[in-house]
């Protein structure tokens, strides 16, 4: 694993906990997701759902849409591709039943490119029952052992690439 994703997770899990902290004291226990800076965009919010049989997506970070085919927000986790769908599911379970942080590390083929993808599912409130929603964070960059995560004919991630004609 890239050691700035073990380095990214870190910090969330910190601020997590640092959240956690102030809640314990009377705060209120919405999680603010503006508090963690540049990870917004790679953090979700889930509601569990039938007691964790699935997850509504309620809040979609931009980058988590890359990998993850657009933006979610207002759909379950059964309904996202693979390898999100299986991934994030089984995380959201995990931490669900244990009541505390899951991680969980893969490798996903994804948009013609292999990334290294670390996921965290983080408690973000709980009632009597349960869990009840779940704070998602998916951080990713391209696998080390490739050249470049997109192929060339990516329509959406076309740029002008340059020619090598007249090149000896």
Same mark, same amino acid.
């Not at 083929?109 to 292999?114: E, H, K, N, P, Q």
């Not at 996921?119 to 779940?134: F, H, N, R, V, Y």
């Not at 995560?149 to 990516?154: A, E, G, H, I, S």
């Given at each position: 694993?890239?050691?700035? @994703? ?5 910090w969330?899990?910190a ?5 956690i902290?102030r809640n314990?004291h009377?705060?209120d226990a919405?999680? %603010?997701?503006a ?6 965009a ?7 759902? %039938?007691?964790?049989?699935d ?7 931009? &980058?988590?849409?890359?990998l ?8 379950r986790?059964?309904?996202l591709?693979? *390898?999100s769908?299986?991934?994030?599911? #089984?995380?959201c ?5 244990? #009541? ?5 590390s893969?490798v996903w ?6 990334w &290294?993808?670390l996921?965290?599912?983080? *408690?973000?409130? %709980?009632?009597? %029952?349960?869990?009840?929603? @779940?704070l998602?964070a998916?951080?990713f960059? *391209?696998?080390?052992?490739f050249d470049h ?6 329509a959406a991630l ?11």
């Open positions: 694993m890239q050691s700035n @994703l073990i380095k990214a997770s870190a969330i899990t601020k997590w906990l640092e959240g902290m314990a009377g705060a919405e999680t %603010d997701l508090e963690f800076g540049a990870f917004q790679n953090l979700a919010e889930v509601i569990a759902l %039938d007691r964790g049989a997850f509504l997506v309620s809040r979609w970070g931009a &980058e988590i849409g890359m993850c085919g657009g933006n979610q927000r207002n759909r986790l059964s309904t591709p693979q *390898p769908r299986g991934q994030l599911r #089984r995380i379970v995990r931490a669900m039943t244990s #009541r505390t942080l899951a991680a969980e893969a083929a994804v948009r013609g490119g292999i &290294e993808c996921m965290l599912a983080l *408690p973000a409130a %709980d009632t009597e %029952d349960g869990i009840s929603s @779940l998602i998916l951080l960059a *391209p696998h080390p052992l995560p997109f192929q060339r004919d990516d076309a740029v002008a690439a340059p020619t090598t004609a007249g090149s000896a």
